[in-house]
């Protein structure tokens, strides 16, 4: 029984995938201006969250992908990745002590995240937890403080340097629970919530930097109590609400995009309402924990 249930769902993708080449397939042309429609323009800063199936329709390879992209923003703009290399809470990650080396260790956020930081123009932040890929003219200029910062997405963190630089996030065929920006703008709230963002001591550990020397790094995560009670939803739904998030379909893909500063003076102007995107209600939630919503990117799914 469980082998024939196996057959039929292969049958059924296979029949799926014939559908989505005859009828809702595009190209890298057609791509092009679909993120021209979502307001991806040369010039602009793209921190991409995307997952890569044949089901979505482009006709092309993953590298193809991301040649599309790098079309759309053009030779000054700046292509951005997160790397985080772990799928687990932060802290349990940390918790492991491994080694974090910047040249070698893979992005566990799917395929195209990994072919983008093993091309030979991508810079790629020195952080064991969530380390940042870079194409573009000032990409060191994104990452180059990346290394000393307390806090992973807090200031000088290439996240922040997305904001000064009036960045756009971008959902490829991924939902924008995969805001990895999210993380920015919980720190800037931080200050305000009835319970402690991060963890209350520092981790240590070591890294590799480009030059293959071992070096040691310190870093809160984000603690456990903190990831309970986050409701990513209410931040979508304030965003949507406001039309902030632009959306379109090429092919069987989904896109939409958002413009970082537009999320950034959403959660403020929120926080000076007392509101804000996690269950403020006194005592332990008591929930599972989940992996925080803003950094899902895998493929072909996404991350914690």
């Known amino acids: 029984m469980r082998r024939y249930k196996l057959w039929l769902k292969a049958k059924l993708l296979q029949g799926r995938q014939r559908f989505v080449r005859a009828f809702r397939s595009y190209d890298q042309r057609q791509l092009l201006a679909a993120l021209r429609e979502v307001g991806v323009g040369a010039g602009d800063s793209v921190m991409l969250h995307s997952a890569f199936n044949p089901s979505h329709g482009f006709r092309g390879s993953i590298e193809q992908l991301t040649d599309a992209f790098i079309e759309a923003i053009g030779p000054e703009g700046h292509l951005l990745m997160v790397s985080l290399p772990y799928r687990t809470a932060t802290v349990d990650y940390l918790q492991t002590y491994r080694t974090f080396d910047v040249r070698k260790t893979p992005s566990m956020m799917g395929l195209v995240s990994e072919l983008f930081r093993r091309r030979p123009d991508v ?23 990346h290394p000393e ?11 922040d340097r997305l904001a000064a630089a009036d960045g756009k996030a971008v959902f490829f065929n991924v939902p924008v629970e995969t805001y990895t920006f999210f993380h920015y703008l919980e720190h800037l709230v931080s200050g305000s919530l ?26 809160h995560a984000f603690a456990r109590e903190a990831i309970k009670r986050r409701r990513f939803s209410i931040l979508e739904s304030t965003l949507r609400a406001r ?61 914690p």
Do not use: N
């Open 123 to 145: 810079v790629r932040s020195l952080h064991p937890t969530h380390p940042v890929l870079v194409r573009g003219p000032r990409a060191e200029w994104f990452v180059e403080a």
């Open 149 to 159: 910062c307390l806090y992973p997405c807090g200031p000088g963190s290439p996240f």
């Open 194 to 219: 009835p319970f402690s963002l991060y963890t209350s001591t520092a981790f240590h550990l070591p890294v590799v930097d480009r030059s293959g020397q071992t070096r040691q790094m310190e870093t």
């Open 243 to 303: 039309g902030l998030i632009r959306q379109c379909r090429v092919g069987a893909t989904r896109i939409e995009a958002l413009r970082v500063r537009d999320s950034v003076a959403c959660v403020l102007e929120m926080a000076a309402q007392g509101k804000y995107f996690y269950d403020l209600s006194a005592g332990p939630t008591g929930l599972e924990e989940h992996g925080p919503p803003a950094t899902k990117d895998m493929e072909p799914a996404s991350t």
